[in-house]
């Protein structure tokens, strides 16, 4: 008897050796790498400005499939677990200091620049960083392991920096490597705020380096259609109702207003959306154009109705429906 426990013990010893990798997390079988980095400075408009410390902060991990531009295609250059900080947790005990508050207070206009080591810069929204369904989706990484095809064991080159980690970017582009600067700023645009305005536009007017490049009238030329039922709720007024929202993808109607893509485009270019009351949002480039998630935002025609009418974005992304924007009469493109 004692003979047969010891076997069954050896039995089950020599399984758990051949199987240690082979458990049901395919991300953690390879060995993780500290990534090198200085110190990251938080500036602009904020009232308690300085020093990143990590040291407090949650340790968080996204997957990741990177890809860049190269010769003008797509390139893929590795599948990785990345661990590191939240963005979301580095900024959300910053004290906002509008530049813009007296204009215009709500903070969905707000951008934030990375900066890394290089000079590199990249864009990206208030909205995009802390409204999403789905948060803690943008890392400064300070660790990285690669994630190897069981058949091939094909591997990619390690990063030695820390880096930015976009996880909802397609052409990762974003992903610049050790950052040293985070800047909040507002949109650079002067629009007035007239709350009595009547909420109706009959047009959408594109501007481009300061002058109308376009517009938008109807959906003649846009025949690909999207349906999005939601639970609508807003960060100050709660639930607003079940809808199904349908529209156009917002991408489809300005992607001949853009430039061409490429990688300037992908790390530094933005909208601002706004409406004939002045109410503004940011959206930049990357997550309106360069999605890897399927979520779309979506231009809807509400027609003229007893509140107004007639243009308004859907951000499907959103877990709130602040940069659910109406009435809307211009979109700038801009570029950091």
Do not use: C
Request: aromatic share 14%.
């Amino acid at each position: 008897m004692k003979k047969a426990i010891k076997i069954i013990f050896f039995l089950i010893f020599i399984q758990s050796f051949i199987f240690a990798n082979n458990n049901n997390d395919f991300f953690d079988d390879a060995k993780t790498y500290e990534l090198e980095g200085g110190k990251i400075i938080v500036q602009g408009e904020i009232s308690n400005p300085g020093q990143v410390d990590f040291k407090n902060l949650k340790l968080r991990s996204l997957i990741v499939r990177e890809t860049k531009f190269e010769n003008g295609k797509i390139k893929f250059t590795g599948s990785y677990r990345y661990d590191g900080y939240s963005l979301f947790d580095i900024l959300k005990n910053r004290i906002l200091n509008k530049k813009n508050r007296i204009e215009f207070k709500p903070v969905v206009d707000l951008l934030v620049v990375i900066e890394n080591s290089k000079g590199e810069k990249v864009v990206l929204t208030w909205g995009e960083l802390f409204y999403p369904a789905n948060l803690h989706r943008i890392l400064i990484a300070t660790k990285v392991s690669p994630v190897i095809p069981v058949k091939t064991k094909e591997q990619w080159p390690l990063p030695r920096k820390r880096k930015m980690i976009f996880a909802n970017d397609f052409i990762t582009e974003r992903n610049i490597k050790n950052p040293v600067k985070i800047t909040v700023i507002s949109a650079p645009v002067h629009i007035k705020v007239n709350r009595k305005a009547k909420l109706y536009s009959e047009k959408i007017n594109l501007i481009k380096n300061n002058k109308i490049a376009g517009e938008i009238t109807d959906w003649k030329n846009f025949q690909y259609r999207l349906n999005y039922p939601t639970v609508f709720y807003g960060r100050g007024r709660g639930f607003h109702g079940i809808n199904i929202f349908k529209g156009v993808p917002l991408k489809s109607v300005l992607k001949d207003f853009t430039d061409k893509e490429n990688v300037n485009l992908i790390r530094k270019g933005y909208f601002i959306v706004s409406a004939v009351d002045g109410y503004r949002i940011t959206i930049s480039y990357s997550e309106l154009f360069n999605r890897n998630d399927n979520s779309e935002f979506l231009l809807i025609d509400k027609g003229v109705n007893s509140k107004g009418g007639r243009f308004k974005i859907y951000p499907s992304a959103d877990f709130f429906s602040d940069r659910a924007v109406k009435s809307i009469d211009k979109i700038f493109f801009k570029n950091i």
